[in-house]
């Protein structure tokens, strides 16, 4: 008997970055330019005229992400020129040069503007980790990346992508919930925008330790990333949007307030809650189920002793007007007779170690395993366990603890995910598995109701995540700096093609303040997403659980919301076509301000592009906000600023600063007390005097289903032309009939007494305007009063509302 004995080397070499070398051979055919060495290839893809692909991979196949890109190339017209030692591809808007003795890339605007540069260093690799070197424009700042932390400027700061359950996490810790590892670079030469498509951790370093360079990196893959370039901000999110894709037209109740604690239970509970809102006339569309509504916390369960009979339960709260929310965690408790627990197990459905054993790991159950969402056949099981809910009446689903969460917080990278067919290991597969969870809540809640438009919530996703689900900025502090910081989280969100985002007003954790609360519920009125939420063994946290100063202020604000409601569903449906947030930084339109990047004004934004709010913190009476420039009116009082300057303005608690952009045209209805509620019939429009011609898009459907996909809707561009003292509408689109019968027009800085429609004059009428009611003087000391705004003297004109176009002259 004999055995061999194999040597091991005993030398080992230091592991150094090792580059990209030089291109010994290409290939160009449009739209590719290929081209390799004996260390590398490379492929550079022209999307469109704005949008390279560039792919680096030291392995003879590209690897690419199956989940975030939607779109395909589409025929660009390119030339190619040789000079030396690199190449140049020309499109309509870029010029990409490629050296090719150090595979440097260097991108220019059509004009020969230099965007964005390679470092010397260009692409190389540690290991496994590949990294892309940036030089650094003069005076460049960097925004977006999805759900980070810090500054609206990301200068000197790194950030890693890698979904994390964090806990009240601080206002600069990072990662949080979520990864979008795209920004934009913004200079004196314009903008650009870089979307690097690979799901493992990733790094971005703008300038942290380091002076050199910018840089982007992957633990391990491809370096796959995409640039991006548009002649203005809100084109490179557009851009950025049709590869990743848009968000739905969410149902219109989903735009209203909505309650949620961690727990109301049990349902004697609920229905006090739902009662509350209706008795206090708080308007409010939705309330959550949390993980109490479930037994021992097994998703698709009912407790029932907490709840016997919820469906009963929720068709009251539905006669109430209330639509039902549920909590879906991934963990399916290990469990024998736990049916989704066998069926799994059945069906092989569940994330595994590499010798075929279920992973398994502690959550809100116990033991748990995790349904492997990368695979279809998974995919579909939960859209068919999904049933259980469906028949019960709930409307909306909330995709929680899906980064995914188990208590150590230390997933073993070994365990394996299906990832479409192409098995791969938690490195890749993590970031995107609370995408898969959406996407599997989406697909199942159309499976389950094809009559009806899902609404799913996601506390974690990966870009693209906008296509799925609304996203919640997950578990905040109750502070100012929270508040505060959860407007720049929602604001870098739409910057990153998640239009549809919130925070939890009044903060998770910990208890807010009576003012912190009211300050936050006015804020709040002004997110895409509108939700109270509070956790347990904590105070009661419904707006009126604040006192009685409190819960006015919050009533005029989340009224305000809903007389709103048009225009807010205007915009969403513009959005769910052009990929552009509603909750904008003022840094998308305003990129070559500086001020709009200082600390002291870098939480301003435009909310549905009229309105400029300035949020400050609830125990500040008296503010500095920055106006860009325009003309801009104080909402309350119609002041008039002039733009370019900063102005001190009064903010007592019962108004937060909001302005409203000279020109601006918005659309507002009576008060209701939830959107299934009917108004008065008439519709509001308040136009402002501008120095520049604008457009306000209405659009109105039935708030639910797809009717809408087939022409069952009704729009009009409204537009103020200033030069010629008109305000011109276009001829209604659609088959929908509008739901308002009436049009009340309200001409806000004009000086104007008669207009003339179709030849006929009409004289104005005048009224004094309040956009909120005056606040009960609780205390009788007159140093408590509280100050009312109302717009002295306001005309208006009130004419029927028909399709057809016409036109209102006059106007000075």
């Known amino acids: 008997m004999s055995s061999t004995l194999h040597s091991i080397s005993t030398s080992r070499k230091s592991v150094r970055s090792q580059s990209f070398g030089s291109v010994l051979d290409w290939n160009f055919e449009n739209p590719l330019l290929e081209g390799r060495n004996d260390r590398a290839q490379f492929r550079l893809t022209f999307f469109q005229p704005g949008i390279v692909r560039i792919q680096i991979s030291r392995f003879e196949e590209f690897q690419s992400n199956p989940y975030s890109v939607i779109s395909q190339p589409v025929e660009t017209e390119l030339s190619l020129i040789e000079h030396g030692n690199h190449l140049e591809i020309h499109s309509s808007l870029l010029q990409v040069k490629v050296r090719l003795d150090s595979f440097q890339l260097s991108f220019f605007t059509s004009e020969g503007r230099l965007l964005n540069s390679d470092d010397p260093l260009s692409v190389s690799w540690i290991g496994s980790e590949v990294t892309n070197y940036k030089q650094v424009q003069k005076g460049e700042k960097f925004i977006g990346l999805g759900e980070k932390t810090g500054n609206l400027d990301r200068s000197g700061k790194a950030y890693t992508h890698w979904n994390t359950d964090y806990f009240a996490y601080g206002v600069g810790d990072d990662p949080l919930y979520m990864s979008i590892p795209f920004y934009m670079g913004v200079h004196e030469n314009g903008a650009y925008g870089i979307f690097l498509d690979n799901t493992h951790k990733t790094v971005f370093n703008f300038g942290a330790s380091t002076n050199r360079f910018t840089y982007f990196s992957a633990e391990d893959g491809d370096l796959d990333y995409y640039f991006i370039y548009q002649p203005d901000i809100k084109g490179i999110i557009q851009s950025y949007t049709e590869l990743t894709g848009r968000m739905q037209m969410p149902p219109k109740w989903a735009l209203g307030f909505q309650q949620c604690r961690y727990s109301y239970y049990p349902d004697s509970e609920v229905y006090a809650v739902a009662q509350g809102f209706r008795d206090k006339k708080m308007p409010a569309d939705v309330i959550y189920l949390d993980i109490h509504h479930m037994e021992a916390y097994k998703v698709f369960t009912f407790d029932g002793e907490k709840f016997k009979d919820p469906k009963a339960m929720i068709s009251t709260l539905k006669a109430k007007g209330f639509k039902v929310v549920v909590i879906m965690d991934p963990g399916i408790k290990t469990e024998k007779g736990y049916l989704p627990y066998e069926e799994g197990q059945k069906k092989d459905l569940f994330v595994k170690y590499p010798d075929g ?321 009917s108004h008065d019939g008439t519709l509001e429009l308040h136009v402002y005097q501008g120095n520049e011609e604008t457009t306000y898009v209405h659009y109105e459907d039935e708030g639910e289903g797809y009717a809408y996909q087939e022409g069952t809707y009704f729009s009009r561009e409204i537009s103020l032309d200033p030069g010629k003292g008109k305000l011109i509408f276009s001829s209604a689109e659609g088959a929908y009939k509008s739901d308002f019968e009436r049009i009340r027009i309200y001409f806000h800085g004009f000086k104007v007494s008669q207009v003339e429609i179709a030849g006929q004059r009409h004289s104005l009428q005048i009224t004094d305007y309040a956009f909120l009611s005056r606040l009960t003087e609780f205390d009788p000391l007159p140093e408590h009063n509280h100050p009312y705004f109302e717009i002295d003297q306001l005309p208006f004109l009130e004419i029927d509302h028909f399709s057809e176009a016409f036109e209102i002259t006059g106007l000075s």
């Open 357 to 677: 054993k279920t992973y398994e790991a502690q959550v809100w159950p116990g033991w748990c395993a995790f349904p492997d969402f990368t695979l279809e056949k998974t995919r579909k099981w939960w859209a068919e366990k999904m049933a259980f809910y469906t028949e019960a009446g709930v409307d909306g689903f909330w995709t929680d603890m899906n980064e995914p969460a188990s208590w150590g917080q230390f997933t073993p990278n070994l365990i394996e995910f299906g990832f479409e067919g192409r098995t791969t290991s938690h490195r890749e597969a993590r970031n995107v598995y609370g995408m898969q969870m959406a996407r599997s809540a989406q697909e199942g809640s159309f499976f389950q109701n094809p009559k009806k438009r899902p609404f799913v919530l996601t506390r974690s996703g990966f870009a693209g995540i906008q296509r799925y689900a609304a996203a919640w900025t997950g578990d905040n502090v109750a502070s100012e700096e929270h508040m505060m910081a959860g407007i720049r989280l929602v604001n870098s969100l739409g910057m990153s093609g998640v239009s549809f985002a919130g925070y939890d007003v009044g903060g998770f954790a910990g208890e807010s303040t009576q003012s912190l609360f009211a300050r936050w519920m006015s804020i709040g009125a002004f997110a895409p997403f509108y939700r109270a939420h509070s956790m347990i063994n904590s105070n009661d946290a419904e707006p009126w659980a604040f006192g009685e100063e409190t819960e006015e202020i919050s009533r005029n604000y989340m009224r305000l919301r809903y007389r709103l409601l048009p225009t807010i569903y205007s915009k969403f449906y513009l959005s769910s076509k052009t990929g552009l947030p509603l909750s904008e930084s003022l840094a998308v339109q305003f990129a070559q301000d500086e001020k709009v990047f200082q600390s002291a004004f870098q939480n301003q934004y435009l909310f549905c592009d009229s309105f400029l709010v300035a949020p400050v913190e609830s125990y500040k009476e008296i503010t500095k906000v920055h106006l860009p420039k325009g003309d801009w009116y104080y909402l309350f009082s119609d002041q008039k600023h002039q733009g370019r300057q900063t102005i001190y303005q009064d903010c007592p608690l019962n108004y937060l600063p909001v302005y409203v952009r000279g020109g601006s045209i918005f659309a507002m209805q009576s008060q209701i007390e939830h959107t299934e509620e």
